[in-house]
């Protein structure tokens, strides 16, 4: 039953105002999925023993993307950083997080048998808006390193401030995806600004768990397209002095139709999967999705484009506030 109105009144939130969000964000917060079977006692997790430091596990929520997850990790570490509190990331599905980014200045790998779920207490806070408000912070703060372990699903961003020092404290690149970066920066250099558009499933080409509206095939996918090429070229025409515009997309059809309309467009090459609806995907799918949070990261300038319909996405914002860009929300 949850499921389903979630799903409802996730599509209902299109033609909401924002003065209208406040039931769905009681709801987000009531009833977030996350695994009640793996906390046999949650009300009689271990204490915290007089004069120990309590740890705190940064844990990923069911359903929720990158841009969700990182804002909880980010927000943990924080507060851990301001209490003294030990802290971890548990981070393995639909992928080990240790794939493709590693342990920067804090090393926060958990060795599996300290997660103990059986002696743990769970702390749930999840919303529709990522950004912090006043009782999400207020019950973080209360209900965060009152026990000896504590795992902590959230998709805040508490320390929007701090935000770029906290990711860069945690986070370096894997390996595989530095290869890719420097390959990537080689061709593009380091003078571009970039654009961002996430259409969810309106094209009909990405997997959002039927969570989106999808038009019909032909002339209303089709003026979307043109009118986001628009926008596209009006980018272009405010950034003269730009030598190439990165464009990001969970849209295979739009990538390819940007590429064919503009010859200073640049694309990372490889398939877009949203991770809470890809459980079984191929490594390199995955891998595209940090690519490009970095290549926004080292951008000038990031524009998110969207109508309406489109996803109001924390993805480039987050990637814009890490990497210090300018950020430009363009609706039409």
Not at 123 to 137: K, L
Not at 160 to 186: G, H, I, K, N
Not at 270 to 289: C, F, N, Q, T
């Amino acid at each position: 039953m949850w499921r389903w109105l979630n799903k409802h009144l996730f599509r209902l939130r299109y033609w909401l105002p924002s003065s209208s969000y406040g039931f769905y964000r009681c709801y987000m917060y009531r009833h977030q999925d996350y695994p009640r079977e793996c906390y046999p006692d949650p009300v009689g997790a271990a204490p915290l023993p007089p004069g120990e430091r309590a740890k705190v596990i940064a844990m990923s929520p069911p359903g929720t993307g990158w841009a969700d997850r990182l804002n909880g990790i980010v927000s943990i570490w924080g507060l851990c950083k301001q209490y003294g509190w030990k802290f971890g990331i548990w981070f393995q599905a639909p992928f080990a997080l240790e794939d493709y980014l590693l342990p920067a200045e804090v090393d926060w790998r958990v060795d599996p048998r300290e997660v103990d779920f059986a002696n743990a207490a769970p702390v749930i806070c999840c919303w529709i808006s990522f950004r912090s408000t006043p009782y999400a912070r207020r019950y973080l703060r209360e209900h965060i390193g009152r026990h000896a372990l504590t795992h902590a699903y959230t998709n805040i961003a508490l320390c929007w401030d701090d935000y770029s020092t906290l990711f860069r404290e945690l986070f370096r690149p894997a390996p595989v995806l530095e290869a890719l970066l420097e390959q990537y920066a080689a061709q593009i250099g380091d003078n571009y600004v970039a654009a961002v558009f996430r259409f969810q499933e309106l094209l009909g080409d990405f997997d959002e768990g039927n969570l989106s509206p999808t038009l019909p095939e032909g002339t209303q996918r089709e003026a979307l397209i043109a009118r986001c090429l628009a926008e596209l070229q009006r980018v272009r025409e405010e950034n003269p002095e730009a030598g190439r515009v990165l464009v990001t997309s969970d849209s295979p059809t739009f990538l390819k139709r940007a590429a064919e309309a503009f010859e200073w467009v640049y694309t990372t090459p490889g398939r877009v999967v949203h991770m809470a609806h890809s459980v079984d995907a191929p490594m390199e799918d995955y891998l595209k999705s940090f690519v490009d949070f970095y290549m926004l990261m080292r951008a000038r300038k990031v524009y998110r484009i969207r109508d309406a319909r489109m996803y109001h996405s924390g993805f480039p914002q987050i990637a814009a506030r890490v990497g210090k860009a300018a950020f430009f929300d363009r609706r039409f």
